[in-house]
């Protein structure tokens, strides 16, 4: 690495780390004052406060590192045009492109490093702090569902219900179709309530339609219930979301999802989203070092504007997109995907025509 190189890594590290400490600062504050009137009417203790501040840094770290990368470097370039340093720079043959490779390098590893941290750390502190939210906001969770429609044994066997009940595990309108390979329908048993009984569902007081191959329909008041075995936590109202789980086991979630017939395409994305997040950092540097010279006045506060603008216009699109795949307009990669992709070619196109 050459002096010049060394040099804007040593104007830019301490101005990050600032900038880093007053985000996440900011992002622990704004989560205090929004919940502290929970925290006083339940009689939350001082400590018990400062433990949720603490599992959160993790997450304030996230939020914050591609806004501090941002600020950072437009700060940092900023002041080198305004003291004349890159027009001595670029006078000596210097060019930019050779200048800010040690600093896009940098941006790359932190990309990288950004997803493990996501997957090893934040996720699990994540997971402490809303369990020990729920807990000292004396906050329960209701695992009981309405309108369930579950596919099981891949698909020949369809159940629907208007109501699960959790704590008794019973299921309430119970319909049960069993399907060939073919999708023709075999059977289906009705009943007012289906009861778990550890291994299988257990309908009260059945009536089976049976369907012969000449078109007969035939009436039973006893079912064959030994194929009956999704297990309760399918019927379950949905309370895990990919956020709080880590790569591997999202994956897992997501394929049970979709096995049981259940909406996925919010969970995907953001699935996908947990590998294009880590990209911004490499972005926003796109974005502050051809920008970053455009001040020569007032440096700190353009270079704050800059950051706030830039990454008002990612995250707004990012919520858009995420929208649209929710809703499934698009597919969820392309959700998760889209703002990366085309910020990544904006910022190209302007990193091609910044000052040198």
């Known amino acids: 690495m050459k002096l010049l190189q060394r040099y804007l890594l040593e104007q830019f590290i301490p101005v990050f780390l600032v900038a880093l400490l007053f985000f996440v600062l900011m992002l622990e504050l704004g989560d205090l004052f929004a919940n502290l009137w929970k925290y006083l009417s339940n009689g939350v203790s001082l400590t018990g406060i400062l433990r949720i501040m603490y599992l959160y840094v993790p997450k304030c770290v996230s939020f914050s590192m591609p806004m501090s990368i941002l600020f950072a470097s437009s700060y940092t370039m900023g002041n080198l045009y305004a003291r004349n340093e890159l027009t001595a720079i670029f006078a000596s043959g210097f060019s930019l492109y050779a200048l800010v490779v040690p600093l896009l390098a940098a941006g790359l590893f932190l990309s990288f490093g950004m ?16 369990a020990l939210n729920r807990l000292l906001l004396k906050q329960e969770v209701s695992l009981s569902n309405t309108n ?6 891949s698909g020949t066997v369809i159940y629907t219900a208007d109501y699960y009940l959790d704590n008794e ?30 291994t299988q569902w257990v309908p009260d ?24 075995s999704e297990p309760p936590e399918t019927f379950r109202r949905n309370t895990t979301s990919v956020d709080e789980l880590s790569s591997v086991d999202a994956k897992r979630f997501i394929n049970s999802m979709r096995k049981a017939g259940l909406p996925y395409s ?38 704050l504007l800059l950051s706030l603008s830039i990454a008002v216009l990612y995250y707004v699109l990012q919520m858009v997109t995420m929208l649209f795949a929710k809703w499934e307009y698009i597919s969820p990669l392309a959700g998760a995907w889209f703002p990366v992709i085309l910020f990544i070619f904006v910022s190209s196109l302007i990193f091609r025509h910044a000052r040198t």
């Open 205 to 228: 007081s059945p009536v089976v339609y049976s369907f012969a191959e000449n078109g007969v329909v035939l009436l039973n008041r006893s079912a064959d219930t030994e194929f009956l």
């Open 148 to 153: 369930i429609v579950v596919l099981s044994e």
């Open 115 to 130: 997803f493990f941290f996501e997957d090893r750390v934040v996720i699990h502190s994540m997971q402490e702090k809303n």
């Open 169 to 198: 595990k019973k299921l309430f309108s119970f319909l049960a179709v069993t399907r060939n390979g073919d999708g023709e329908i075999l059977s289906v048993i009705q009943a007012p309530v289906a009861a778990w009984n550890g």
């Open 266 to 303: 919010e969970q995907l994305s953001n699935y996908y989203r947990r590998f294009s997040f880590p990209l911004t950092i490499f972005i926003v540097l796109f974005f502050s070092i051809s920008l970053g010279g455009r001040f020569r006045k007032n440096i700190m506060l353009m270079s």
